[in-house]
């Protein structure tokens, strides 16, 4: 059993300190879940606590709150609305190498029904900030990703997705992301939320979105730069404006201690070294990178939606982009301009 914190109750019996893997037999194990009020005090979503809001949902993360048993691998979460027998939603508990369980219970806002995939959006927004429209367009993010991923067959049957207000003087906006499901925060100001702060609610949205819908094992650095870019270009396909990712790394790499590190340099610093410092590259400068490599496509009569089901890696064990990828854009583009983005952003 692995967990740290937990108070358990074995047959009524309260133990303390039960440490990794010590065994133990109870009839019956308890132990007490706390949840923290959304509008009580501000919550950033990153921070992974469980969350009651008022609205009338509850939010559990297996961060710390579930344990797991060793020889039981199929166990169900489930969560009850007090005083409403029907009212229960079960999820397994995802096996470890999976994200981490994030169960959402209660009272939706709305569900969006897309191909296989129900939607169920949850909120807290106390001063209605978020309107009818920007359920809409979260449908039409959806749609583009599940046609430009051609995930239809393999959808997931359902994606939770919570959205909760925090005031944006405490510059927490952020998410977290399970088993499908996500939960984020969107800023606001004196109760309203700005076209930018919408936007990038949904830009956050959709990069999750990209990672439950797509079936390809992309390498760190690929999938979460991907993920980026099509979180941003979903918002044209809904009719959002913000800034685009070149625009971004424009600002950001002026600031930013590890700007000249190529790509592939960053994902090794990441997944070899542990060095989390240069992970931001992979959402400004991969991001950046896939949006000029869109726009030169583009230009040629194509486009990145096209040739994505062609993006690969050159192998499990090896980040770069595989030889018939970069043959693939050469052909399409020409060698000279893909040399040059290669040493803009990848070397």
Same mark, same amino acid.
């Given at each position: 059993?692995?967990?740290?914190?937990?108070?358990?109750?074995?047959?009524?019996? *309260?133990?303390?300190?039960?440490?990794?893997?010590?065994?133990?037999?109870?009839? /019956?194990?308890?132990?007490?879940?706390?949840?923290?009020?959304?509008?009580?005090? =501000?919550?950033?979503?990153?921070? *992974?606590?469980?969350?009651?809001?008022?609205?009338?949902?509850? +939010?559990?993360?297996?961060?710390?709150?579930? =344990?797991?048993?060793?020889?039981?691998?199929?166990? /169900?979460?489930?969560?009850?609305?007090?005083?409403?027998?029907?009212?229960?939603?079960?999820?397994?508990? =995802?096996?470890?190498?999976?994200?981490?369980?994030?169960?959402?219970?209660?009272?939706?806002?709305?569900?969006?029904?897309?191909?296989?995939?129900?939607?169920?959006?949850?909120?807290?927004?106390?001063?209605?900030?978020?309107?009818?429209?920007?359920?809409?367009?979260? *449908?039409?993010?959806?749609?583009?990703?599940?046609?430009?991923?051609?995930?239809?067959?393999?959808?997931?049957?359902?994606?939770?997705?919570?959205?909760?207000?925090?005031?944006?003087?405490?510059?927490?906006?952020?998410?977290?992301?399970?088993?499908?499901?996500?939960?984020?925060?969107?800023?606001?100001?004196?109760?309203?939320?700005?076209?930018?702060?919408?936007?990038?609610?949904?830009?956050?949205?959709?990069?999750?979105?990209?990672?439950?819908?797509?079936?390809?094992?992309?390498?760190?650095?690929?999938?979460?730069?991907?993920?980026?870019?099509?979180?941003?270009?979903?918002?044209?396909?809904?009719?959002?404006?913000?800034?685009?990712?070149? /625009?971004?790394? *424009?600002?950001?790499? /002026?600031?930013?201690?590890?700007?000249?590190?190529?790509?592939?340099?960053?994902?090794?610093?990441?997944?070899?070294?542990?060095?989390?410092?240069?992970?931001?590259?992979?959402?400004?400068?991969?991001?950046?990178?896939?949006?000029?490599?869109?726009?030169?496509?583009?230009?040629?009569?194509?486009?990145?939606?096209?040739?994505? =089901?062609?993006?690969?890696?050159?192998?499990?064990?090896?980040?770069?982009?595989?030889?018939?990828?970069?043959?693939?854009?050469?052909?399409?583009?020409?060698?000279?301009?893909? +040399?040059?983005?290669?040493?803009?952003?990848?070397?």
């Amino acid at each position: 059993m692995e967990t740290s914190s937990i108070q358990f109750l074995c047959d009524g019996i *309260q133990k303390d300190n039960v440490a990794y893997e010590e065994q133990f037999s109870c009839r /019956e194990l308890q132990w007490t879940v706390t949840f923290q009020n959304v509008q009580t005090a =501000p919550h950033a979503i990153a921070n *992974q606590q469980n969350l009651y809001s008022p609205a009338g949902w509850w +939010s559990l993360t297996e961060w710390h709150d579930i =344990p797991r048993f060793e020889g039981i691998s199929k166990v /169900e979460v489930c969560g009850k609305v007090h005083g409403k027998t029907h009212a229960i939603k079960c999820n397994p508990l =995802p096996a470890p190498n999976q994200p981490p369980l994030i169960l959402t219970w209660g009272k939706s806002t709305k569900t969006l029904a897309t191909g296989q995939t129900a939607l169920t959006l949850f909120k807290d927004d106390p001063t209605s900030a978020m309107k009818a429209e920007n359920l809409l367009a979260l *449908q039409q993010q959806l749609e583009y990703l599940q046609e430009v991923l051609g995930s239809e067959e393999n959808a997931p049957n359902y994606i939770d997705l919570v959205w909760v207000a925090i005031d944006k003087e405490l510059r927490q906006t952020a998410g977290a992301a399970g088993k499908q499901a996500f939960l984020a925060n969107f800023a606001v100001t004196d109760g309203t939320a700005t076209n930018d702060s919408i936007a990038k609610l949904h830009w956050v949205s959709a990069h999750e979105l990209f990672h439950m819908l797509t079936t390809r094992p992309y390498p760190l650095w690929i999938s979460e730069s991907l993920a980026q870019y099509y979180g941003y270009k979903s918002l044209e396909k809904a009719g959002l404006q913000t800034e685009t990712p070149m /625009e971004q790394w *424009q600002i950001f790499k /002026e600031r930013y201690p590890h700007a000249a590190t190529g790509l592939y340099e960053a994902h090794l610093n990441v997944t070899r070294e542990n060095n989390s410092s240069y992970y931001p590259l992979f959402y400004m400068k991969g991001a950046a990178f896939w949006q000029a490599v869109d726009q030169e496509l583009q230009k040629a009569g194509t486009s990145l939606d096209e040739v994505l =089901p062609q993006i690969k890696s050159a192998a499990s064990n090896d980040a770069t982009l595989s030889s018939g990828t970069i043959n693939l854009l050469k052909t399409t583009l020409s060698e000279q301009l893909v +040399s040059t983005l290669q040493q803009q952003y990848l070397h």
